[in-house]
């Protein structure tokens, strides 16, 4: 039976008996959830209605939570998909999981078969080993849009194949990396999975689409196809995304989110630096212009969001707003900017850096592996861009004419710009430890990292008494703790050894020498440099009591930049209409927004991570909804900002008349 679509209105106007009804399903067989929530009321919007349902879960007893879990089946052979009543039971779920005709059902095939069979028997391992039943959302998991099995075999459009749901591998891979977790913190991701089914039967409650969401993710899949690495490279065959500066992958890559931004209503080129740049006009004479964007590129075996969301998003949004011929009183500028991650010539924020004309002649002879410098890379692109009959392309015999012309073009005057706006994935755990949707910025911190080396004496492993040893490697992990300990209980103060070597070592000698990185950051420069302070004297007097010897290089030193209290201001209160608590927290990462706090206010918007907050990495994930409540935050700001400037603009005239 369907239950009929509801508002968040006529949710808050039953009463509690109506409340229930109207949302029973939501956990199965556990009203106590919506009769706990039910005190609450009136909810402002579905979100802040979906994190009382998530609060209330997450805060529960352990044995309430256990209800909840296992009132979800086992995931079944395939999997479950919404229908009227939003859930089909496990056991009515049909596989469309084959390895031969896609007409031939699932279960007619040998190789289906034995796959089911393992995965039975890893859901057996897992009930197990927690206790309970392994919970997979599966839709919206893996960047789908919709519940369902795939492995590739069906035939159908782009779109439909996207949609098509989590594969099969996947659900394994899943199933078995979380089988790695401790008890405890599985239980929480249990009951994470169980909340994410309740959001996903919400919104087809409430009609909620998630339409700008949706679209980003299916944008991000479509960049992903184009990888430097072939299908198949990563560990068990999964697919591997590289994207670096100017390769043949990074410049297809331009083509795709060019072309998505002339779809939607903007102009559009690719600059010398690789940059994509789209502006949606104002018809304002003199209009300044707001900057939003961030990069494209990626590190090596990446996630598909890092960067890229932020490009997206926002030409989705000026796609809706073309189609309404909604006007601004600045121009709005999507940038796509081409490296931020300094991959293929070690130089972080190149694309940003062209912007603030931070581009000197030391980064442009840097040499990539294969011993091209940074110099003739971009000045062959520029040749292509002509050949291609692109705006701005040249061809001009003297590389440094060319690169002091495409520079000056390239920068921006601080004195046209209204600010610049990034929305990024968080790439960490406090949103979703959390369980917040979005956090806005406080600033991005400031870092210092040195390399450690360490010069002890080398001895036979057995005939060197314990007292008498002069161990490098035994000085390492005494630093190695007290970094630890000194960063720990400090707000935004982490500290990370990242790299710890022991050069040519062997089971059998006593390390006379060690290689140690050490990097500390904060979103306060004085609590960093005190807690650099700190460790830089310890780790001189452990070498001194261990007649070590130890010489320390300094080899990256960045200041913290903070976002604008102005623009930390609007997205908060962007959040707070909307209905979702208010996270402010400092960025450990380091982000374009850095660079562009060089010639502009600066802003940063984060979407929480999925999978345990993880980035840099294949299991990176974001859903569509939250992607779509930044979206929301984000136009929200934007709209504040433009009601400001048409007030400026009117002023101005006022003047002149």
């Not at 971009?378 to 520079?407: K, S």
């Not at 140690?516 to 609590?527: E, H, M, Y």
Request: charged letters at 25%; one cysteine or more; proline letters at 4%.
């Amino acid at each position: 039976m369907m239950k009929r679509k509801i508002t968040i209105e006529q949710l808050n106007a039953e009463d509690d008996d109506g409340f229930l009804v109207a949302l029973q399903g939501l956990y199965a067989h556990n009203e106590w959830v919506i009769r706990r929530i039910s005190v609450a009321r009136p909810f402002v919007s579905a979100p802040a209605l979906l994190h009382a349902l998530w609060r209330c879960v997450s805060t529960a007893t352990e044995d309430e939570q256990l209800t909840v879990i296992r009132a979800h089946a086992d995931l079944a052979d395939g999997a479950a998909t919404l229908d009227d009543d939003w859930t089909v039971p496990a056991t009515a779920a049909r596989s469309t999981v084959h390895d031969g005709n896609p007409d031939v059902p699932g279960d007619a095939s040998a190789a289906a078969k034995a796959r089911r069979e393992a995965l039975a028997a890893e859901k057996r391992a897992y009930h197990k080993r927690f206790g309970f039943p392994f919970v997979l959302a599966v839709e919206g998991h893996d960047s789908r849009a919709a519940s369902g099995w795939s492995d590739g075999a069906g035939q159908g459009s782009r779109d439909a194949e996207w949609t098509a749901g989590i594969s099969f591998d996947s659900v394994l891979a899943t199933l078995r990396r979380r089988m790695r977790a401790q008890r405890r913190d599985e239980l929480a991701e249990a009951v994470r999975q169980v909340n994410r089914i309740a959001e996903l039967r919400l919104n087809h409650l409430l009609g909620r689409q998630a339409f700008h969401g949706r679209e980003v993710m299916r944008w991000c899949e479509l960049l992903a196809e184009h990888s430097e690495d072939r299908p198949g490279d990563g560990a068990d065959g999964t697919p591997v995304l590289t994207c670096t500066y100017l390769t043949p992958t990074h410049r297809a890559c331009a083509v795709l989110i060019m072309g998505w931004m002339l779809q939607a209503g903007m102009q559009a080129h690719v600059d010398v630096f690789g940059n994509v740049i789209g502006r949606y006009r104002s018809s304002v004479a003199g209009a300044r212009t707001l900057i939003t964007g961030s990069h494209y590129d990626t590190v090596r075996n990446g996630g598909k969001y890092d960067g890229r969301v932020g490009i997206l998003l926002p030409i989705s949004l000026i796609a809706e707003m073309h189609r309404r011929g909604e006007q601004f009183p600045f121009h709005i500028d999507v940038i796509a900017f081409a490296e931020e991650e300094g991959v293929r010539f070690k130089t972080s924020f190149l694309g940003s850096s062209a912007l603030t004309g931070n581009i000197d002649d030391t980064v442009l002879a840097r040499a990539d592996e294969t011993g091209q410098t940074l110099r003739d890379v971009i000045v062959t692109h520029a040749a292509q861009l002509a050949e291609a009959g692109r705006p701005n392309g040249r061809v001009i015999d003297d590389p440094a004419t060319l690169l002091h012309l495409a520079l000056r073009e390239a920068k921006r005057d601080p004195a046209t710009l209204v600010a610049f706006l990034e929305v990024h994935i968080e790439q960490g755990p406090v949103l979703f430890t959390e369980q917040l949707p979005v956090g806005v910025v406080t600033a991005i911190s400031g870092s210092k990292r040195y390399l450690v080396h360490l010069t002890g004496v080398a001895g036979h492993a057995g005939a060197m008494p314990m007292d008498l040893r002069r161990d490098a490697a035994a000085a390492a992990a005494e630093i190695t703790l007290y970094v630890e300990q000194r960063c720990s209980g400090v707000p935004t103060l982490v500290g990370t050894v990242g790299r710890l070597e022991v050069p040519n070592g062997s089971v059998n000698v006593v390390p006379g020498r060690c290689l140690l990185s050490v990097d500390i950051r904060a979103g306060d420069d004085v609590v960093r440099d005190a807690a650099v302070s700190d460790v830089m004297t310890r780790i001189q007097a452990i070498c001194n009591r261990r007649g070590v010897l130890v010489e320390t290089e300094l080899i990256l030193a960045s200041d913290t930049v903070p976002c604008a209290a102005g623009l930390q201001s609007r997205f908060g209160r962007a959040l707070d209409r909307l209905g979702v608590p208010v996270r402010y927290l400092p960025s450990g990462a380091g982000h374009d927004a850095v660079e562009m706090s060089r010639i502009a206010d600066v802003g940063m918007l984060f979407v929480r991570c999925g999978n345990g907050g993880i980035s840099h990495n294949p299991l990176e994930t974001v859903s569509a909804e939250d992607l779509d409540l930044a979206g929301e935050a984000f136009r929200d700001t934007v709209d504040g900002l433009a009601a400001e400037e048409w007030r400026s603009v009117a002023e101005l005239d006022r003047i002149r008349t």
